[in-house]
């Protein structure tokens, strides 16, 4: 059996014609950050191609999502009390968000000019959100005259792109994402998917996209190897695949990725890994599932035939060390490139798992890859994104600086790169 493009919207998929032109969700058009486009400049500056640089309000990691001529990304507001509280590991400092405010913001794509900017909710005394993330994670996903802003358990909204107005919402989907959301949403058929994998609860839930009612809500059920809240955390978007003719939701989360039939909820298989924290897309290719484990990070390659619980032996390779927590994998061809969140990114071979290189880059990686006209783009949390060659040799290609980190994944719409970085969005393109 062959993996083939995954299943996904008739509105979407009307885009795979021109997948390019359009990127309407999480990792474009096919989900696995692989893009058609052949001009992307591989060497920019704040004062070399750049066609525009809009300055975003607010603090929000989501990735940028475009449609014909309309880019949209959502952030939040925080206001912070005055006392002052140890925040965790990274961040310092600061005071309590005493309250916080939900923005979709849609942007010409031609010229950088803000069209939208949306007041979707406010919420005071807001569950906590480690600083390293941000209340506006989520990636939106979009579609004709319609996009989803989505932010965990904060809320949800539907919005007609031409107008601006909210169709619907809904802010009773709940669950304790203890250091905040970040789980993206998907399109399939008339569905909404989204996943919440809480410190408390974790539940996949499908919504009727042109209501917003509840289709069907499915708990997790997984067997944790231990109480603790954050052993039950994740981050990671969930994919539609097609294996054998059958469609697979395939989720993974804290501890065990588990597929579902996407129509109904019911489950088809489940593969018990361990780790917590995992963000990685899945990917396929080769009659193999290539899935991470998240922070015990393992790379492991499974067999596309399995259901129920899936046994060991269904994994053909397994790769360590060097694996990513966060950022996705990118299968192109016979190879699979990934970059660690520490800055070692690698090039294997998809079917055996042979690592042909793996090279230490400059900084710490967030973001996920993306892949065009034959390159890797790389894009790290200072703001340098790194061009190498895709290839079974290690090629650098150019090392690009801009003034701010990137958080957010970068965007492919046409022949130009829309990076988000923390402080403004760009579009990079020949000029």
């Known amino acids: 059996m062959r993996w083939t493009l995954p299943l996904i919207t008739a509105a979407l998929a009307l885009s795979t014609a021109l997948p390019a032109d359009n990127w309407p969700a999480f990792r474009g058009p096919t989900g696995d950050g692989v893009s058609t486009a ?8 704040e004062t070399e191609n750049i066609r525009w640089k809009t300055a975003i309000h607010g603090k929000g990691w989501s990735s940028p999502v475009v449609w014909g001529d309309q880019i949209w990304l959502t952030t939040a507001d925080e206001v912070r009390g005055s006392k002052s509280v140890p925040v965790p590991k990274k961040g310092g400092a600061k005071g309590p968000v005493e309250r916080v405010t939900f923005f979709a913001i849609g942007v010409d794509r031609k010229t950088g000019k803000i069209m939208h900017d949306i007041t979707l909710g406010v919420e005071d005394n807001p569950a906590f959100c480690h600083d390293f993330n941000s209340y506006a994670s989520p990636t939106p996903v979009i579609e004709e005259d319609r996009v989803y802003a989505h932010f965990g358990s904060h809320g949800t909204w ?8 909210v169709l619907w919402e809904r802010k009773d989907l709940k669950c304790d ?6 789980s993206s949403p998907i399109l399939h058929n008339n569905l909404l998917i989204l996943i919440y994998d809480g410190f408390d609860i974790q539940y996949v839930a499908a919504l009727d996209k042109a209501t917003g009612k509840t289709v069907w809500k499915k708990d997790r059920n997984i067997r944790y190897s231990s109480d603790n809240g954050d052993i039950k955390k994740a981050y990671a978007t969930a994919r539609v695949m097609e294996i054998g003719g059958k469609s697979e939701l395939i989720c993974p989360s804290a501890e065990c990725t588990i597929a579902y039939d996407p129509a109904t909820g019911d489950e088809l298989w489940r593969f018990a890994h361990g780790g917590m924290n995992g963000s990685a897309r899945p990917v396929g290719g080769h009659g193999l599932l290539f899935l991470t484990s998240g922070h015990t990070r393992q790379l492991l390659a499974v067999k596309e035939t399995v259901s129920g619980a899936v046994p060991k032996d269904a994994v053909v390779w397994r790769v360590d060390k060097i694996v990513p927590t966060r950022p996705s994998l990118i299968l192109h061809g016979d190879m699979l490139y990934m ?3 520490d800055g070692i990114a690698s090039g294997l071979d998809a079917k055996t798992g042979k690592v042909y290189w793996s090279e230490r880059q400059n900084g710490e990686f967030t973001a996920s ?8 783009y790389l894009s790290n949390q200072t703001g340098k994104t790194i061009v190498l060659k895709a290839s079974r040799e290690y090629e650098p290609v150019a090392t690009n600086t801009l003034d701010a980190g990137c958080m957010a994944s970068p965007a492919v719409a046409g022949d130009a790169l829309l990076l988000r970085t923390k402080t403004h969005l760009y579009s990079i393109g020949k000029k």
């Open 38 to 45: 052949t001009d992307l400049p591989t060497r920019w500056s």
């Open 158 to 165: 539907c919005i007609d792109t031409a107008s601006g107005k």
């Open 177 to 182: 994402h203890f250091r905040g959301p970040g």
């Open 339 to 341: 970059v660690s969140d």
């Open 369 to 376: 890859p993306v892949l065009a006209g034959g390159h890797l």
